[in-house]
Protein backbone atom coordinates (compact mmCIF):
# COMPACT_ATOMS: atom_id res chain seq x y z
CA UNK A 1 0.00 0.00 0.00
CA UNK A 2 1.40 3.73 -1.00
CA UNK A 3 1.35 6.41 1.17
CA UNK A 4 -0.65 9.43 0.19
CA UNK A 5 0.75 12.42 -0.89
CA UNK A 6 -0.18 13.95 2.41
CA UNK A 7 1.09 11.42 4.85
CA UNK A 8 4.56 11.71 2.98
CA UNK A 9 4.36 15.16 3.43
CA UNK A 10 3.22 15.50 6.91
CA UNK A 11 6.39 12.47 7.96
CA UNK A 12 9.06 15.09 5.89
CA UNK A 13 7.81 17.72 7.99
CA UNK A 14 7.66 15.43 11.24
CA UNK A 15 11.52 14.66 10.31
CA UNK A 16 12.58 17.79 9.86
CA UNK A 17 10.83 19.24 13.30
CA UNK A 18 13.00 16.56 15.20
CA UNK A 19 15.97 17.09 13.32
CA UNK A 20 16.17 21.14 13.31
CA UNK A 21 13.66 21.51 16.34
CA UNK A 22 14.45 21.86 20.54
CA UNK A 23 14.88 18.13 21.08
CA UNK A 24 17.02 16.52 22.79
CA UNK A 25 16.52 13.21 21.12
CA UNK A 26 14.96 12.66 17.41
CA UNK A 27 12.78 9.66 16.57
CA UNK A 28 16.15 7.62 16.25
CA UNK A 29 17.88 8.02 19.54
CA UNK A 30 20.16 10.17 17.99
CA UNK A 31 21.26 13.03 20.39
CA UNK A 32 22.84 16.56 19.30
CA UNK A 33 26.19 17.27 19.71
CA UNK A 34 28.60 19.88 18.44
CA UNK A 35 32.44 21.01 18.64
CA UNK A 36 33.12 24.74 18.37
CA UNK A 37 36.34 26.17 17.69
CA UNK A 38 37.47 29.00 18.71
CA UNK A 39 34.54 29.05 20.89
CA UNK A 40 35.90 30.78 23.98
CA UNK A 41 34.62 34.43 22.80
CA UNK A 42 33.94 36.19 20.08
CA UNK A 43 32.07 34.51 16.90
CA UNK A 44 32.97 31.42 18.08
CA UNK A 45 31.03 31.66 21.72
CA UNK A 46 27.92 33.11 19.62
CA UNK A 47 28.32 30.18 17.62
CA UNK A 48 28.22 27.71 20.53
CA UNK A 49 25.56 29.58 22.30
CA UNK A 50 23.13 29.07 19.65
CA UNK A 51 23.50 25.53 19.52
CA UNK A 52 22.98 25.31 23.07
CA UNK A 53 20.03 27.31 22.76
CA UNK A 54 18.71 24.83 20.13
CA UNK A 55 19.44 21.83 22.12
CA UNK A 56 22.78 20.53 21.48
CA UNK A 57 25.22 19.39 24.01
CA UNK A 58 28.23 21.84 23.01
CA UNK A 59 32.35 21.03 23.37
CA UNK A 60 34.03 23.98 23.55
CA UNK A 61 37.53 23.86 21.54
CA UNK A 62 39.77 26.78 22.16
CA UNK A 63 43.74 27.33 22.71
CA UNK A 64 42.94 29.59 25.65
CA UNK A 65 41.63 26.67 28.41
CA UNK A 66 40.83 29.31 30.83
CA UNK A 67 38.09 31.13 29.07
CA UNK A 68 37.05 27.90 27.19
CA UNK A 69 36.22 26.75 30.91
CA UNK A 70 34.44 30.18 31.89
CA UNK A 71 32.39 29.27 28.73
CA UNK A 72 31.33 26.30 29.38
CA UNK A 73 30.06 26.92 33.00
CA UNK A 74 28.36 30.00 32.18
CA UNK A 75 26.48 28.25 29.12
CA UNK A 76 25.68 25.50 30.99
CA UNK A 77 24.10 27.56 33.92
CA UNK A 78 22.17 29.38 30.93
CA UNK A 79 20.64 26.62 28.73
CA UNK A 80 20.93 23.66 31.38
CA UNK A 81 22.80 21.88 28.40
CA UNK A 82 26.13 19.67 29.14
CA UNK A 83 28.84 22.27 27.98
CA UNK A 84 32.44 20.74 28.43
CA UNK A 85 35.74 22.78 28.00
CA UNK A 86 38.77 21.27 25.77
CA UNK A 87 42.45 22.89 25.05
CA UNK A 88 43.04 21.95 21.74
CA UNK A 89 45.56 24.15 19.51
CA UNK A 90 43.31 23.68 15.90
CA UNK A 91 46.76 23.82 13.72
CA UNK A 92 48.16 21.01 15.21
CA UNK A 93 46.80 17.87 13.00
CA UNK A 94 47.60 15.47 15.92
CA UNK A 95 45.72 17.30 18.90
CA UNK A 96 42.87 17.68 16.49
CA UNK A 97 42.76 13.46 15.69
CA UNK A 98 43.20 13.22 19.44
CA UNK A 99 39.62 15.36 20.30
Not at 50 to 64: P, T, Y
Not at 67 to 86: M, N, P, S, V
Request: proline share 0%.
Amino acid sequence: MQKSEKQQTVKIKKEKENHYGNHRENETGWQKKVFVTGAAKGIGKCTATAFAEAGADVAIVDLDFEEAQKTAKELAEKTGRKIIAIKTDCTDKEQVDAI
